[in-house]
């Protein structure tokens, strides 16, 4: 039993609630890079084009981020499935991202060099050193906003089983999943063994579902009442 929505519930633009964690980290190398290699040639239109690919990330999400094509065409059919993670922090550094070579781009224009370069260098800095150590100030900003906010995962009390299209039964089990997320397949391959009742909501196909139970990682299964409550949750 499985539920993953009608094409008609699914926003096509809207952008995935998780990613491979790996992605951004190769696409904030290529910004971080295309950033250094403007300023070691001195030509600065290079951070335009580099504030254009992640405006167009922000709107389109990542089939257009040249970054993520690289890595999901070339790199991961090499490497295999990785974690994921919440894509929220990850938008929010593109974000500031943008924000910061916009204003290197505009510096430029109106022939204040040296602060352009500035702003360049420190998009270069913090893009590379996400890359290379994994730690994003961007995305520790934009968690500690939504702590300060009270956004973050929330306790789920009770799921709407006609939402998700599930017949209340016994022991059933509902549980969160994504395509990529081998923990998933593992989790949902371990309950059918157990001869659970178990309801599959794909957050890539139902996004709403995920931003309604505040669903960030996955794999997250729960055990459900006959009417819905939830019981417990239901680990690896």
Not at 4 to 20: H, L, N, Q, R, Y
Not at 66 to 93: N, S, Y
């Amino acid at each position: 039993m499985s539920s993953s929505g009608s094409p008609a519930e699914k926003d096509p633009t809207a952008p995935p609630p998780v990613i491979d964690a790996r992605a951004p980290r190769f696409n904030q190398a290529v910004i971080g890079l295309a950033a250094l290699l403007a300023f070691a040639f001195h030509w600065w239109p290079l951070l335009s084009l580099a504030a254009l690919q992640l405006a167009l990330t922000l709107i389109f999400g990542p089939r257009v981020c040249l970054g993520c094509i690289i890595f999901f065409k070339l790199v991961r059919p090499r490497l295999g499935p990785g974690r994921l993670e919440d894509a929220r922090p990850v938008r929010f550094a593109n974000l500031v991202g943008l924000v910061f070579l916009s204003a290197a781009t505009l510096t430029h224009i109106i022939g204040f060099h040296a602060l352009g370069w500035i702003l360049g260098l420190v998009v270069a800095a913090l893009a590379l050193l996400a890359a290379t150590t994994g730690l994003c100030v961007g995305c520790t900003i934009y968690r500690l906003l939504a702590h300060l906010g009270g956004i973050g995962p929330r306790v789920i009390h009770r799921i709407d089983l006609d939402e998700i299209g599930a017949t209340p039964t016994t022991g059933l089990v509902v549980q969160f999943t994504y395509p990529r997320c081998t923990d998933c397949r593992t989790l949902e391959e371990r309950l059918h063994r157990q001869g659970v009742p178990l309801v599959l909501i794909d957050v890539s196909q139902r996004p709403d579902l995920a931003r309604k139970y505040g669903v960030s990682l996955v794999p997250l299964a729960f055990k459900v009442a006959l009417d819905g409550r939830v019981l417990a949750r239901v680990t690896e």
